[in-house]
């Protein structure tokens, strides 16, 4: 099976580009990729971003559909409202499974989306999406309003599936819990919930990428948007619970626990 990501490349090797292709190898799907910006960058920050053109990023996108039959599509760092449109362009002239992480800032703090691309991420991309995948921050940035309950989280989600999208995961860590709990919602079905224990790290770098590339992994393979969701749960989980303790900053996380320590994963769906 063929994934394709569209997202920025990360220097220090644990978020972006980097971290989808790592986890699309580990969940044994073949990776292509569309780079849409180079960024200088290390587990102590952003220190530079250099966005590719968007003509060029529509080249790349072009050259992959034309000569691969990928199954399923991933975005992340998108930079530009001129790069969405490109990739815009391309992606409404087809029916292949689109996940959208909507990144929007580093785990250092540093902006990867431009202000006015929020707009054209919002209503050009999203209603092209299959799921979408916010943190928190993300969510209250699409919908403008603060998220603090349960009621916030089902009013945000509802605002996001009515812009087209088939479901909406989102992504509660950002929340002040003793666990993180995502809830997905799927159009036409009850929501459910993803609970798992918090785990005490700071090596958390690239988590949001790895959840939406094993999503995309999961769904070329011909899984359920339910199964493929559940699925990408364990993944990013175990890559958490059992960092690699490189960099001095924000680590990566280990995206080869899903096959070494694959029996020690506990989600809880309800």
């Not at 707009?119 to 998220?147: D, F, M, Q, R």
């Amino acid at each position: 099976m063929i994934t394709c990501t569209i997202a920025g490349s990360d220097s220090g090797g644990g978020a972006g580009i980097q971290a989808d292709l790592k986890t699309f190898q580990e969940l044994r799907v073949f990776g292509t990729s569309v780079i849409t910006a180079l960024t200088a960058q290390n587990t102590e920050g952003v220190h530079g971003i250099f966005p590719t053109t968007a003509d060029f990023v529509q080249a790349q996108l072009k050259a992959v559909l034309q000569d691969f039959d990928v199954k399923a599509i991933k975005t992340g760092m998108l930079f530009s409202a001129e790069i969405i449109e490109a990739i815009v362009t391309l992606l409404k002239n087809t029916d292949i499974p689109l996940v959208v992480d909507p990144v929007m800032i580093a785990k250092g703090g540093a902006s990867l989306l431009e202000q006015q691309a929020t707009t054209a991420l919002k209503e050009k991309l999203l209603p092209l999406a299959t799921v979408c995948t916010p943190n928190i921050p993300e969510a209250e940035i699409l919908t403008g309003y603060k998220i603090q309950t349960e009621k916030d989280i089902a009013s945000a989600a509802h605002d996001l599936l009515s812009l087209g999208l088939k479901c909406v995961v989102i992504k509660g860590g950002h929340l002040n819990s003793k666990h993180a709990t995502d809830t997905v919602f799927i159009r036409g079905t009850q929501p459910f919930k993803m609970k798992t224990e918090r785990v005490d790290t700071k090596h958390t770098h690239g988590t949001g990428c790895t959840f939406s590339a094993a999503i995309t992994a999961e769904m070329a393979k011909g899984r359920s948007i339910e199964a493929a969701i559940i699925e990408a749960k364990k993944y990013v989980q175990l890559a958490i619970r059992h960092p690699l303790n490189i960099g001095h900053g924000f680590g990566p996380t280990n995206h080869f626990a899903y096959h070494e320590q694959r029996g020690m994963c506990d989600v809880h769906v309800f």
